[in-house]
Structure formats: structure tokens, C-alpha cells
């Protein structure tokens, strides 16, 4: 049996090497509690929110691609096809592969949640004062809302006169992002 060409084992070594990738950041998962795993975090914010699909870049979705090209390649070389061709179709594999891990991480990241409910939820509902709340926009006190299936201290400015603790309050508006507006319930 003739020995392997060079292309067909530098293919499957470079697909082994992101199968070893894989498996060594499963075995961090499983025993060390941390996949070994590091986003690049390679885009620009300008606007405020989180960086596109480049911000999914990671030693996994690396992985992924490397595996795939190698792999892919090697598969290619073998069905016959010249390196070159073996190559340009291991790279659009190791892409998909890639682009399909880093969307799926995408959509799972977006799902997932730190279990913190969403302030806006409290518009409209009725609470308690729990540390008095000074008259007309002076100052900040705090109230206990229910809302995001639990009670929740928070911040509260009034517009109206102070309100002393204890007293029952409706929740009108949200005073930035951390804070509402209340008024006393007649």
C-alpha cells in the first residue's frame, strides 16, 4: 500500500488538531467547570448595543472550522479532486460549519436570561413604600413592587408630596432605567 500523499495528511491533521480542540474544552467543561472557551469580541460598538456576528468568535467556533476544513478537505482529496479544489472545498465547510455554530450560539445567547425581571413590568401596579419617598422630585426612596413573579425593592421619585413609609403607592412611569415614578393611591 503506497504511503498517503502529504495534502491528505496535513488535511487530517489539521481536522484531528480541532477535534482535539473540541474534545480538550469538553473535558474543561465536564471536570473543571469552564470550557476553556474565550470570545475575541473582534467588532467596533457604535451604537451602544453588542458587536455583530464577529463578537461569536471563539476557540469553539474556530474549532468548528478547522475540523471542518481538515476533514472536508481530506474527504475531497480522497473522492479524487486535485488539492487545490480539495482546499477551496474544505474552506467553504469549515465556513458553513463555522457560521452555523456561531448562529446557533447567537440565538441561544438571546434566549438566555440572568433572572432578573424587565423594570417596565412594574408600570401600572401597586406597591408599598418601604423607605419614604421625598416630595416633588427631590430625591429618590424606595418601594416594594410586585412584578416578574416576585416582590422587588426599588427606587422611587414622586411628584406629588412626600409619601412615608408604608404608604400604598401605584407605580405611574419609569424615571430612567432603574427607577419609577409613584403616586399615592387615594
Do not use: W
Amino acid at each position: 500500500m503506497p504511503p498517503e500523499p502529504f495534502s491528505l495528511q496535513l488535511f487530517e491533521g489539521i481536522g484531528f488538531f480541532g477535534l482535539f480542540l473540541i474534545v480538550l474544552q469538553a473535558i474543561f467543561g465536564m471536570f473543571v467547570g469552564h470550557d476553556g472557551d474565550t470570545n475575541t469580541d473582534a467588532t467596533v460598538d457604535t451604537h451602544g448595543g453588542h458587536g455583530g456576528y464577529a463578537s461569536y468568535l471563539s476557540l469553539k467556533s474556530i474549532s468548528a472550522m478547522l475540523l471542518g476544513f481538515g476533514f472536508g478537505g481530506a474527504v475531497l482529496l480522497r473522492a479524487g479532486y486535485p488539492a487545490g479544489i480539495a482546499a477551496a472545498g474544505g474552506i467553504a465547510i469549515g465556513i458553513v460549519i463555522g457560521a452555523s455554530y456561531i448562529t446557533l450560539m447567537k440565538s441561544l445567547n438571546q434566549m438566555k436570561s440572568d433572572g432578573t425581571a424587565v423594570l417596565k413590568e412594574a408600570v401600572n401596579r401597586t406597591g408599598t413604600v418601604y423607605l419614604s419617598v421625598p416630595g416633588e422630585n427631590s430625591g429618590s426612596g424606595e418601594v416594594q413592587v410586585s412584578y416578574g413573579g416576585r416582590l422587588q425593592n426599588v427606587r422611587a421619585f414622586t411628584q406629588g408630596p412626600a409619601l412615608p413609609s408604608g404608604t400604598s403607592v401605584r407605580v405611574l412611569a419609569l424615571h430612567g432605567e432603574q427607577a419609577v415614578i409613584v403616586e399615592k393611591i387615594s
